[in-house]
C-alpha cells in the first residue's frame, strides 16, 4: 500500500506538471477564446455505429462552432496497443474508449483521466447505476457508458425440447439435470472456448456472486484474500459441472469468435446452450454456417441460483462500453459526452441493434426479444459486478482466467485455485 | 581515430587515412550505427532497466525491487515449463526434424524424375508465415470438421482434437513447426551437398566403399558447416518461437505449448506486468546470446575461422 501511495502522488504531481505546461502551450483549447479541438478515439470502427458517431459528432458542430472533433476509429486491439502508447507518453486522447474498472483504474491512478464527476452528476440519474458502477472509482466519476449489458445463458430452444427438457433451469442443481438430460439424448449441452479463458471465467464469477453474494467478491477483492470457503464452493459447484463432460469435442483449444469456436458450435445448433453476453447472438449469426444463427430458437435464462446460496437472482455479471476523457481534454469534451447521451441519441444508437443502451429512456428503442430480456434484467438488477477480468487489476483479473482454466482443465483443484488467485492478489 | 600509425589502415592499404577518408567513414556508418543504437542496443538497455522494477508500464518505474523479479522467474512454474518445453523442441527438432530434412536432401539429390517439382513443393511451406502456417493448421485440425478428422474417419478411427490436449499440444506444435521449416533445412542441405565435389564420392567408390560408408565417411563430414549452421538457426528460432504458439494455441491449453515469448508477452500486454516481463525478455536474450557465443566458439570454430570469433587471423 505504502508503495502505492508514494506512486499515485509522485505520478499526480508529474502529471499535473506535465497538464500544466501542455494547457499552457495549448492556450486555444481554454473556452472563450476559439477554436476547440475534441481529439476521438472509439473502437466502433465498422458500420452501422461509426457512421452514426460521425453524425452525432456532425450534429454537435453545428451547434458549436468553435468545437472541431477529430474522430479517430481504431479496430479493438489497435486501439489498446496505440493507447498504451500514448498514455506512456502521458497524452492521452481527449475522449476515448473505456470499459472501466481496475485498468480505469490504472489510468486514474497514474493521473491520465480527467474527473468528470461534477460535470456529470447533472444527468448521471438518467443512467442506468449499474452501468456508471464500473466507471466509479472512490465515489468519483472517470467516465460515462453508452453501452451496456450481462452474461446469461443462451439456449437453444429446439435441442431442449428434443431432450424433453420443458422449464429453463432456476438453480444450479436444475442446471445439472438439464446437463445431465442433453447428455442422455445425445446432444452436446454446452459451447465453451477453452483457448481464450474469459469465457470459463464467467462460470466462476457467477457461482462465487450467487453462493457469496456481491460483497464478497468486493471484499476478496479489497482485502486481497480468496481463500475463503464461499470460493472454494464456487469452485466446488463449477467442479461438478466440470464433471458431467457438458462441453463439445476440443473445447480447450476452441477459440470464441470462429467457424468452429464456441459461438460457431452454438450458431449451428451443435450445442445446447452457452454462458454467454449480449453480443451472443450477433456472433453465433456472423460465426453460423448459415450466417443466420439460431434465429426463433434461441432464448436466454439468467444465470441460476445456488442453494443456500448468499447472492440473489437479481445480481448480475456484465460489462459495457464508455468513453473517458483524458487529462488535457478542452472544456468542451464533457459537454460532447453528454451530448452523445442524450435519450434520442441513445435511441438511434440502440436502434443499429449493436448497442444496449445505457440511457433508461432510451429503453423502448430495443426491438429484438432477446435483447428486451437483457436489457429489463438490467433495468431491474439489484446489483452489479463487472466482468472480473476488467474490475480487478490486469495481472489479478488474468489470473483467475488462467486459474479457472486450470480447473476446467482438471489439473488444479478448488482448492489449489483459490490459494493461486489469493497469492496474486496478495501481490498487487 | 585519423592517427598517423593506424594499424588497421597501415596494415589494410599502406597509405594514410586522412581526416577526409574518416568523414566518409562516419557519413556511411551513422545511419546504421544510429538504427543500431536506436532499434537494438537501446531497448536493450532499457529492458534491463525496467526488469529492475516492479512496473506496471504506466508513468515512470519507481518501486526498485532489484533481481526480485529475475528470482521470481526461477520459481515460476510457467516459466521453468517454459524451458522445459523449449529444450524438449531442440531435442524433437535436432533428433527428427533436421536428420528428415537431411535424408530428404539427400534424396533430391538422386537423379529422380521431376526432382525440381518435389523440391518446390517441400520448399513451399517455408514461403508461408507463421501466422498463415498456424490458421491454416488449426483448420486441419478442427475437432469434427477439419480434414484431421476426416482422414481419421477414412480409417474408421475417430480424430483426436491435437492441440485441446495438454498431453499432445506441444507434439502438435513441434508437427507445425516441422511442417513448415523442413523445407527451409532441407534447401540448406542441398545446397551443401551440391558444392561437396563429385570426385570425392567417386573416389571412396573406387576405392570399394558401399554407399552408406560413403556418406557416413565423405559426405556427412563435408556437410559439417551446414549442419552446423543449421542446428544453430533451429535453436535460435526454437527460443524465440512465438507468431506459430500465439495464432495456433495461446500457448495453452493450461499453459501446455506456451514458450518464453509467449509467457513474456502475455504479461507485459495482458497482465501490465512490465517490470517481470522485461526480466524475462532479459533472460531471453541472455540465453540467445551465451548461446549463440558458446556455439560459434567451439562449435563453430573453424566454419568461422576469421570471421567473428577468432579476431585478427589473416588469411
Known amino acids: ?428 | 581515430m585519423n592517427r598517423v600509425s593506424s594499424p588497421v589502415a597501415t596494415r589494410k592499404r599502406g597509405h594514410r587515412p586522412t581526416l577526409r577518408g574518416a568523414g566518409t567513414i562516419a557519413v556511411f556508418l551513422a545511419p546504421a550505427l544510429v538504427l543500431f543504437v536506436l532499434l537494438v542496443l537501446l531497448p536493450i538497455l532499457v529492458a534491463g532497466y525496467t526488469s529492475l522494477f516492479k512496473w506496471n508500464g504506466f508513468g515512470v518505474p519507481e518501486n526498485f525491487v532489484g533481481i526480485d523479479n529475475f528470482t521470481r522467474a526461477f520459481g515460476d512454474s510457467v516459466f521453468l515449463g517454459d524451458l522445459t518445453r523449449l529444450l524438449l523442441l531442440v531435442v524433437l527438432s535436432v533428433v527428427i526434424q533436421l536428420p528428415f530434412s537431411l535424408a530428404l536432401a539427400m534424396l533430391l539429390n538422386q537423379p529422380l524424375r521431376g526432382r525440381a517439382v518435389y523440391r518446390v513443393i517441400f520448399f513451399a511451406p517455408y514461403v508461408l508465415s507463421e501466422v498463415t502456417t498456424a490458421v491454416l493448421f488449426t483448420l486441419v485440425f478442427s475437432p469434427d470438421r477439419g480434414l484431421g478428422e476426416q482422414i481419421a474417419a477414412v480409417f474408421g478411427a475417430e480424430g483426436v482434437a491435437v492441440f485441446a490436449d495438454p498431453a499432445t499440444v506441444i507434439y502438435a506444435l513441434f508437427f507445425v513447426v516441422s511442417w513448415k521449416y523442413f523445407g527451409f533445412h532441407m534447401v540448406l542441405y542441398l545446397a551443401g551437398r551440391q558444392s561437396i565435389p563429385r570426385e570425392l564420392g567417386e573416389a571412396a567408390i573406387t576405392d570399394g566403399a558401399s554407399a552408406w560408408q560413403t556418406f557416413r565417411h565423405v559426405t556427412l563430414p563435408l556437410l559439417g558447416p551446414t549442419i552446423r549452421i543449421s542446428v544453430f538457426l533451429s535453436i535460435i528460432g526454437s527460443i524465440q518461437l512465438f507468431d506459430m504458439v500465439w495464432v495456433l494455441t495461446g500457448g495453452g491449453p493450461i499453459h501446455a505449448s506456451e514458450t518464453l515469448a509467449v509467457t513474456m508477452f502475455s504479461y507485459g500486454f495482458r497482465r501490465f506486468e512490465v517490470g517481470y516481463a522485461s526480466a524475462i525478455s532479459i533472460i531471453m536474450f541472455l540465453l540467445s546470446l551465451i548461446f549463440a557465443i558458446f556455439y560459434q566458439r567451439f562449435v563453430m570454430r573453424r566454419d568461422l575461422e576469421g570471421a567473428i570469433t577468432t579476431r585478427g587471423v589473416q588469411r
Open chain 1, 1 to 428: 500500500m505504502d508503495y502505492n501511495v508514494t506512486r499515485r502522488s509522485l505520478l499526480g504531481l508529474a502529471g499535473a506538471g506535465a497538464s500544466a505546461i501542455l494547457l499552457g502551450a495549448c492556450g486555444n483549447d481554454e473556452p472563450g477564446d476559439g477554436k476547440q479541438t475534441i481529439n476521438w478515439w472509439h473502437i466502433q470502427n465498422n458500420d452501422p455505429m461509426l457512421g452514426v458517431w460521425a453524425a452525432m459528432a456532425k450534429d454537435f458542430q453545428a451547434t458549436h462552432a468553435n468545437v472541431n472533433i477529430t474522430i479517430q476509429p481504431l479496430e479493438n486491439e489497435a486501439f489498446k496497443a496505440k493507447l498504451t502508447t500514448a498514455t506512456q507518453a502521458g497524452s492521452p486522447p481527449d475522449l476515448f474508449q473505456s470499459w472501466g474498472g481496475g485498468g480505469l483504474k490504472q489510468q486514474v491512478d497514474a493521473g491520465l483521466v480527467k474527473d468528470i464527476t461534477n460535470d456529470v452528476k447533472p444527468w448521471a440519474d438518467t443512467l442506468l447505476p449499474a452501468s456508471v458502477q464500473p466507471f466509479t472509482i472512490d465515489g468519483r466519476i472517470y467516465g460515462v457508458p453508452f453501452d451496456v449489458g450481462m452474461v446469461g445463458f443462451w439456449y437453444n430452444k429446439e435441442l431442449f425440447a428434443k431432450a424433453g427438457i420443458t422449464a429453463a433451469p432456476a438453480t444450479w442443481a436444475d442446471l445439472l439435470v438439464v446437463v445431465s438430460k442433453l447428455k442422455a439424448a445425445g446432444i452436446t449441452p454446452i459451447a465453451l472456448a477453452g483457448k481464450e479463458k474469459w469465457p470459463a471465467h464467467f462460470y466462476w464469477s457467477y457461482l462465487s456472486m450467487r453462493v457469496g453474494g456481491l460483497s464478497a467478491l468486493q471484499q476478496a477483492a479489497s482485502e486481497r484474500n480468496f481463500d475463503k470457503p464461499d470460493f472454494i464452493t464456487a469452485s466446488q459447484r463449477f467442479k461438478e459441472l466440470i464433471d458431467l463432460q457438458p462441453f463439445q469435442k476440443g473445447f480447450l483449444g476452441a477459440a470464441y469468435g470462429s467457424p468452429d469456436g464456441q459461438a460457431g458450435v452454438m450458431g449451428n445448433g451443435n450445442a445446447a446452450m452457452e454462458l454467454m453476453g449480449q453480443w451472443a447472438p450477433a456472433v453465433q449469426e456472423a460465426q453460423s454456417t448459415s450466417k443466420k444463427g439460431l434465429g426463433d430458437k434461441l432464448g436466454f435464462f439468467p444465470f441460476p441460483a445456488v442453494a443456500g446460496g448468499k447472492g440473489s437472482l437479481s445480481e448480475v455479471f456484465g460489462g459495457g462500453n464508455g468513453f473517458s476523457v483524458g487529462k488535457n481534454a478542452p472544456a468542451s469534451t464533457t459537454e460532447f459526452l453528454k451530448h452523445l447521451l442524450t435519450a434520442e441519441n441513445q435511441r438511434k444508437a440502440t436502434d443499429t441493434g449493436a448497442v444496449l443502451p445505457t440511457v433508461k429512456a432510451a429503453a423502448d428503442a430495443i426491438k429484438d426479444v432477446n435483447a428486451k430480456t437483457v436489457a429489463s434484467t438490467l433495468a431491474a438488477a439489484t446489483g452489479f459486478q463487472l466482468y472480473l477480468d476488467q474490475a480487478y487489476p490486469p495481472a489479478l483479473g488474468a489470473q483467475v482466467n488462467d486459474s479457472v482454466a486450470e480447473l476446467v482443465a482438471g489439473s488444479k483443484s478448488p482448492e489449489q485455485i483459490v490459494k493461486d488467485i489469493t497469492s496474486v492478489a496478495k501481490s498487487q
